[in-house]
């Protein structure tokens, strides 16, 4: 019998990857301004986001980082899964994290999700984000 991959006793859910062009969101970012920030970041995002010197790249990052985890949902964004129900923040001392709200939190609770391990890089030119999501371990595993 296949045993599911793991990190520690945690059987792995999924995994998501996701990159995004910088200039492409710089791009979009002028052309739609706060109409398409405010569909796709929460105000705390657009707050954080705003503060940086270059404010595009972080857009870029939080944007990849919020695919990557709906695609390792296995969902996508769509109608299950929607932009602001994954919410990208900073832990103490600057890695990232994700908080899930409304559709995006019943679809982990439904599917015994314990925890989503996220990471991005950025570079001069693109954001790179991946997700791993790990599930509670029944009482069968």
Not at 83 to 88: G, L, N
Request: aromatic share 8%; with cysteine; proline share 6%.
């Amino acid at each position: 019998m296949h045993q599911p991959s793991r990190i520690g006793r945690q059987p792995i859910a999924g995994v998501g990857v996701d990159m995004v062009e910088n200039d492409r969101m710089r791009s979009a970012i002028q052309r739609w301004g706060p109409t398409l920030l405010s569909r796709l970041f929460t105000p705390a995002e657009i707050s954080y986001c705003e503060k940086q010197a270059a404010p595009w790249r972080h857009y870029a990052g939080r944007f990849a980082l919020k695919e990557a985890v709906a695609k390792a949902f296995g969902t996508g964004i769509g109608a299950n899964i929607r932009w602001k129900d994954i919410e990208v923040f900073r832990k103490p001392g600057g890695a990232p994290g994700v908080r899930l709200h409304a559709n995006a939190r019943l679809h982990a609770g439904r599917h015994r999700v314990r925890e989503v391990l996220v990471s991005v890089a950025h570079t001069h030119r693109y954001a790179l984000a991946q997700a791993i999501i790990l599930r509670d371990a029944g009482p069968e595993e």
